[in-house]
């Protein structure tokens, strides 16, 4: 008996330490899985779509090339490219996004719990950054221009800016089909219902006037 118990904990141990076991999304177990976005059953990602009622429009996305509306109270625009826009992604564990910024336009601190992120400036200039876990909180920043690359690890406070002039551009990629999205100030101030403003009082030390005004803003998702 104990040689079996010896045994599965060596399997367990060496399954934990695979690197499948720590990939954001499942592995697929056959060519593709195209997403059935019109199903009703549930599950843990997309039902697959009968393979033969997939075509080639399953796998293209078009429209990369317009520039998003930029005019909102951030100055930028996130044109998504994941599993829901393209239902070829499913169970190939990536998705990208275009992303527009006006002059001064901001990409507001936020994570993405399931993926980490791959930036390319295309366009402009960007003022990024992300910053660690607890307890160091170090800040990571940089200035990127046309033909720079950053990466933001999975689950890590991040933004972008736009510092120049001009309008900027970004492709960027995630290591998931469906990155996931926690905007801070979104999911802090704007939570429905709202949080209790006792407990971000004394959070973020603020008195309960500036609080219930932050909380009474609208919150933008773009």
Same mark, same amino acid.
């Given at each position: 008996?104990?040689?079996?118990?010896?045994?599965?904990?060596?399997?367990?141990?060496?399954?934990?330490?695979?690197?499948?076991?720590?990939?954001?999304?499942?592995?697929?177990?056959?060519?593709?899985?195209?997403?059935?976005?019109?199903?009703?059953?549930?599950?843990?990602?997309?039902?697959?779509?009968?393979?033969?009622?997939?075509? @080639?429009?399953? +796998?293209? /996305?078009? $429209?990369?090339?317009?520039? &998003?509306?930029?005019?909102?109270?951030?100055g930028? %625009?996130?044109?998504?490219v994941?599993?829901?826009?393209?239902?070829?992604?499913?169970?190939?564990?990536?998705?990208?996004?275009?992303?527009?910024y006006?002059?001064?336009?901001?990409i507001?601190?936020?994570?993405?719990?399931?993926?980490? @992120?791959?930036? +390319?400036? /295309?366009? $402009?200039?960007?003022?990024? &950054?992300?910053?660690?876990?607890?307890?160091?909180? %170090?800040?990571?920043?940089?200035?990127?221009?046309?033909?720079?690359?950053?990466?933001?690890?999975?689950?890590?406070?991040?933004?972008?800016?736009?510092?120049?002039?001009?309008?900027?551009?970004?492709?960027?990629?995630?290591?998931?089909?469906?990155?996931?999205?926690?905007?801070?100030g979104?999911?802090?101030? &704007?939570?429905?219902p709202?949080?209790?403003?006792?407990?971000?009082?004394?959070?973020?030390?603020?008195?309960?006037?500036?609080?219930?005004?932050?909380?009474?803003?609208?919150?933008?998702?773009?």
């Amino acid at each position: 008996m104990a040689a079996n118990h010896l045994i599965l904990l060596l399997a367990l141990v060496a399954l934990s330490s695979s690197p499948a076991a720590f990939a954001a999304d499942p592995n697929q177990l056959q060519d593709f899985c195209v997403a059935d976005n019109k199903s009703n059953i549930f599950v843990n990602g997309f039902v697959c779509k009968d393979p033969n009622l997939v075509t @080639e429009n399953d +796998f293209l /996305i078009r $429209g990369l090339n317009q520039s &998003g509306n930029t005019m909102n109270q951030l100055g930028s %625009k996130v044109t998504p490219v994941f599993v829901q826009q393209l239902p070829g992604l499913n169970t190939l564990g990536v998705a990208g996004a275009r992303i527009d910024y006006a002059a001064g336009g901001l990409i507001p601190p936020h994570t993405h719990p399931r993926a980490s @992120e791959l930036l +390319f400036v /295309i366009k $402009g200039t960007l003022y990024v &950054g992300f910053v660690t876990s607890n307890p160091d909180n %170090k800040l990571f920043t940089k200035v990127l221009y046309e033909g720079d690359a950053f990466v933001f690890p999975q689950g890590l406070i991040h933004f972008q800016f736009n510092n120049g002039e001009t309008d900027a551009v970004a492709l960027v990629s995630f290591g998931s089909q469906n990155p996931g999205l926690v905007v801070i100030g979104n999911s802090v101030f &704007g939570a429905k219902p709202p949080i209790s403003p006792y407990v971000l009082e004394k959070a973020f030390q603020l008195d309960q006037k500036t609080v219930e005004l932050l909380q009474a803003k609208f919150w933008l998702t773009n």
